[in-house]
């Protein structure tokens, strides 16, 4: 059977030059890069080296690097170790309604530890109105953080004219860069950020490791204390091979970015365009055209989403409803939520991720095999009966 | 020239064998455990039996096992997480004096957060009174930590006894376990402890990945929001690749380990007793008996610890002068001056930590190229000379 990978929204697989830088580090050199000798010494050298190269993806300096275990980690440590460092001032903290859990329920912790949430509104297609943050905006707000796109529908936020507004008010600016650093273009001074979050199996490199940025001069309390790895700001012995594999994913990103997106757009728009051509009550979700090249995602009237994954898993299609780290909360996405989406129809999203080696017949594919089992679930869906029957119920 | 690495404290090597199971996981095997599909599922049933191999090395439930991302970041989960959890009980806290830094930094960030610290003394080597722990219980105390052993000076701590008095006190008991779990036998029903950390670059398993195991029933606040990973008390998305080859390394020493104990011991014990015999002013740290199998410690009076390292790498060995995580820091080990150790003999501390690789012939290339070393320091040392004309300033 055909196996096509369309789920690199959840994670992307390694790329064999990545892989093959870091197979040393887990052979000869396994020094640490804390220790005072030549097994060190080569450790921490490999370590700095990838510090380099993800600076220069993000266009920062190697000194703002803080390696971390993943992207919700960099998220828990922005909105955390933000927030706490700056609560002399003030302990009101502004997030939008569509952030990734790691972001939105680390604010929830915040609000437990006495601090105030806003959380901002998208309209239809996701997007935060820069508007809408000048108005959340008090004495006391210390904290703002927007993610630059949404991994679950794509959408591109206006970060830098968020930005614009944070700095006018000098307030501390976090965007959660997950999906789209390695993937678009991203530079920390052309955003006009103060922190940003990055992980390294978005874009080909390893699991198991992600980047805080935060910008010099910002202070930011530490999530993980001890020694005095990362500049003091980060603790734990580094995860050398990990780190390593991400520098490479970093350098590769930069130098085929532009292909990468030419690649991968015209799939997308092909899923976009022909999906709904090809089934009825399918409407696209998030932005029709700010949206991540490789994201091509839709609510399927009357169906769940999860018995679609199971069908079109069980045809050699990997895909996924929502994001990978709530899939196995089974609830509504409270991204779809956000953007006035009903429950019901929120329950049949469905998102493909495409990747670095999708074609144009892995679109094809699904664009074969896909009509037939909604077809199928439709025949057993109550809902969609009652629709037939009383043209109810649907949008 | 001889290449001897003795610096096993600070990291160990990749076993071949643990190599060889994650090599899969950064090649074909690169779904997210969360995802709900064929490569979701292949990944996330690794994870599964990881833990269940790393649930036998500790005799505990394999769904009480929660991945971390470092030893660093299980200590800091337990004490944050543990206290927080607890402190509608109360807001005091206990740990020994000579713990690690994730253990006692992240306590005097609970001090920040309006708690109490009590630490606990330890006496000339290194050994905590469970007495001291008895003494310093109060009403409001809801959480101890003491490390099974130290690193640094290899004493292995009386958990039993310990745990024996805060369960008659129903106070929640964490033990560091980093620098024994894997290389002596750990088992947390026999140790009655409520919460134990581990680490597996510390048993010839990868770097990046760490286990907060925490008994069934004992509440923890978590320390990464997000995603519902590890059952809700971790999120992020699984290092797969980590975390098998910490299953593996689990595996193998559980079933190795009287043979290593077996191996190490012996090595220890020769440099234990030949570098006090082969360079004066030379004064054992840590426990005589109760003390890991491969650890040797000293303290070399009248020169600092920092030179000895130098020169020995010079003539390729490698070891270190404290905890790997504190040797930048430059500062007297936290854990000679609790045990009573003066400031300047502490700054000569040298550890040596065996590993599996290491033979007779490296203790003895080490009898052979340090005393020289020492000699030629402590010509260049004034208080060598001090001590030499006065016969004050030895210890």
Same mark, same amino acid.
């Given at each position: 059977?055909?196996? &096509?990978?369309?789920?690199?929204?959840?994670?992307?697989?390694?790329?064999?030059?990545?892989?093959?830088v870091?197979?040393?580090?887990?052979?000869?050199?396994?020094?640490?890069?804390?220790?005072?000798?030549?097994?060190?010494?080569?450790?921490?050298?490999?370590?700095?080296?990838? !510090? %380099?190269?993800?600076?220069?993806?993000?266009?920062? $300096?190697?000194?703002?690097?803080?390696?971390?275990?993943?992207?919700?980690?960099?998220?828990?440590?922005?909105?955390? $170790?933000?927030?706490?460092?700056q609560?002399?001032?003030?302990?009101?903290? /502004?997030?939008?309604?569509?952030?990734?859990? #790691?972001?939105?329920? #680390?604010a929830?912790?915040?609000e437990?530890?006495?601090?105030?949430?806003?959380?901002?509104? &998208?309209?239809?297609? $996701?997007?935060?109105?820069?508007?809408?943050?000048?108005?959340?905006?008090?004495?006391?707000?210390?904290?703002?953080?927007?993610?630059?796109?949404?991994?679950?529908?794509?959408?591109?936020?206006?970060?830098?004219?968020?930005?614009?507004?944070? !700095?006018?008010?000098?307030?501390?600016?976090?965007?959660?860069?997950?999906?789209?650093?390695?993937?678009?273009?991203?530079?920390v001074?052309e955003?006009? %950020?103060?922190?940003?979050? +990055?992980?390294?199996?978005?874009?080909?490199? *390893?699991?198991?490791?992600?980047?805080?940025w /935060?910008?010099?001069?910002?202070?930011?309390?530490?999530?993980?204390?001890?020694?005095v790895?990362?500049?003091?700001?980060?603790?734990?012995?580094? @995860? &050398? *091979?990990?780190?390593?594999?991400?520098?490479?994913?970093?350098?590769?990103?930069?130098? @085929?970015?532009?292909?990468?997106?030419?690649h991968?757009?015209?799939?997308?728009?092909?899923?976009l365009?022909? +999906?709904?051509?090809?089934?009825?009550?399918?409407? %696209?979700?998030?932005? =029709?055209?700010?949206r991540?090249p490789?994201?091509?995602?839709?609510?399927?009237?009357?169906?769940?989403?999860?018995?679609m994954?199971?069908?079109?898993?069980?045809? $050699?299609?990997? %895909?996924s409803?929502?994001?990978?780290?709530?899939?196995?909360?089974?609830?509504?996405?409270?991204?779809?939520?956000?953007?006035?989406?009903?429950h019901? +129809?929120?329950?049949?999203?469905?998102?493909?991720?495409?990747?670095?080696? @999708?074609?144009t017949?892995d679109?094809?594919?699904?664009?074969?095999?896909? =009509? *037939?089992? /909604?077809?199928?679930l439709?025949?057993?869906? *109550?809902?969609y009966?009652?629709?037939?029957?009383?043209?109810?119920?649907?949008?």
């Amino acid at each position: 059977m055909r196996k &096509v990978y369309l789920d690199n929204a959840a994670t992307t697989p390694l790329l064999p030059e990545v892989r093959q830088v870091m197979l040393p580090f887990l052979d000869e050199i396994f020094g640490n890069p804390s220790s005072l000798h030549d097994w060190g010494d080569t450790a921490r050298e490999a370590v700095d080296a990838a !510090r %380099v190269q993800v600076a220069q993806l993000i266009g920062a $300096g190697a000194e703002e690097v803080i390696f971390t275990a993943s992207g919700t980690e960099s998220n828990n440590f922005a909105i955390k $170790g933000l927030a706490l460092a700056q609560q002399s001032k003030g302990k009101h903290v /502004v997030v939008s309604a569509i952030e990734h859990f #790691s972001v939105l329920h #680390s604010a929830r912790t915040l609000e437990k530890l006495g601090f105030e949430l806003t959380l901002l509104p &998208v309209d239809k297609q $996701g997007v935060v109105d820069p508007e809408e943050v000048r108005r959340s905006l008090r004495k006391d707000t210390i904290l703002v953080s927007v993610m630059q796109a949404n991994g679950e529908v794509g959408t591109i936020e206006p970060i830098e004219e968020i930005a614009q507004i944070t !700095r006018e008010n000098n307030v501390v600016f976090h965007t959660d860069a997950v999906a789209t650093a390695g993937t678009i273009p991203v530079n920390v001074k052309e955003l006009g %950020v103060d922190a940003l979050s +990055l992980a390294g199996n978005q874009f080909y490199g *390893p699991k198991g490791v992600g980047v805080l940025w /935060v910008r010099k001069g910002v202070r930011i309390m530490p999530l993980l204390d001890g020694g005095v790895q990362e500049g003091g700001r980060r603790a734990g012995t580094e @995860n &050398v *091979p990990a780190i390593v594999g991400l520098g490479k994913a970093a350098e590769m990103a930069m130098a @085929n970015m532009a292909g990468r997106v030419a690649h991968l757009t015209p799939l997308r728009d092909r899923l976009l365009t022909e +999906l709904p051509a090809k089934i009825d009550h399918v409407v %696209v979700s998030g932005h =029709p055209r700010n949206r991540l090249p490789g994201n091509a995602s839709f609510c399927v009237e009357f169906i769940e989403g999860e018995s679609m994954l199971m069908l079109l898993n069980s045809q $050699g299609v990997a %895909v996924s409803s929502g994001s990978a780290c709530t899939s196995r909360a089974l609830k509504a996405s409270h991204v779809l939520i956000a953007m006035g989406i009903s429950h019901e +129809l929120a329950q049949g999203s469905l998102l493909f991720g495409f990747g670095l080696d @999708n074609t144009t017949e892995d679109v094809d594919y699904v664009l074969e095999v896909l =009509p *037939p089992i /909604v077809d199928r679930l439709r025949q057993m869906s *109550p809902l969609y009966s009652k629709f037939i029957k009383t043209g109810k119920g649907g949008s």
